[in-house]
């Protein structure tokens, strides 16, 4: 396999394709995925004072303009999605795994105080449903499945699904299953 960027990884995602850079462009005209190109930017110019900068500023644009609040520091691994544009919250100590979907509404924030004080820790292919809160000091196992609406605010195991509010966990050995696709290795 070729040495694909981030970027191309996280565009694979959407399209099942590897795309060239102008390939890359054109899709842009989507909001999430230019979203999350403008984002990889100031991810990957944050040592760079005048890059840094600029798109720190073009990503505030962004983010006013689409209703994402996704910064640089936030860690979050290759083959990235975002479901629907609108509305998303996620706290810059948050990090997040490869190969990971969030929907609209959701919150990923951190936890000013109590036993769980601190910013989550999402591992890889993990599926975010719609108005999902994941908040405090937690860590989200591999192939996990949050249902629309949960609220999560402890430790889930790998390969479960989480439902409801206050949330439970069903242990799913194949939780994502159809709903992660065209995984990035």
Known sequence: MADYSIIQKDFYRESGKWLSTFEIWKKCINPNLHFVYI???AQKYQKS????????????HYQIKYGF??????????????????????????VIGKN??????????QQNRGKNEGSPIIGDEVWIGTNAVIVGAITIGNNVLIV?????????PP???VIGN??????TPNATMDYINRKVQ
């Not at 990235?80 to 609108?86: A, E, I």
Request: charged share 15%.
């Open 100 to 109: 990971c979907n969030i929907a609209q509404g959701v919150t990923i924030g």
């Open 159 to 161: 390969n479960s699904v």
């Open 166 to 171: 206050p949330a439970k966990i069903i242990p």
């Open 69 to 94: 609040q996704i910064y640089p520091e936030t860690q979050i691994g290759e083959g990235f999605y975002l479901g629907h544009w609108g509305s998303l919250v996620i706290n810059p100590k948050t």
């Open 39 to 41: 984002l990889r930017k």
């Open 148 to 156: 629309p609406n949960s609220y999560v605010n402890f430790d889930v």
């Open 49 to 60: 004072p005048l890059l840094n900068t600029f798109w720190r500023i073009v990503l505030r």
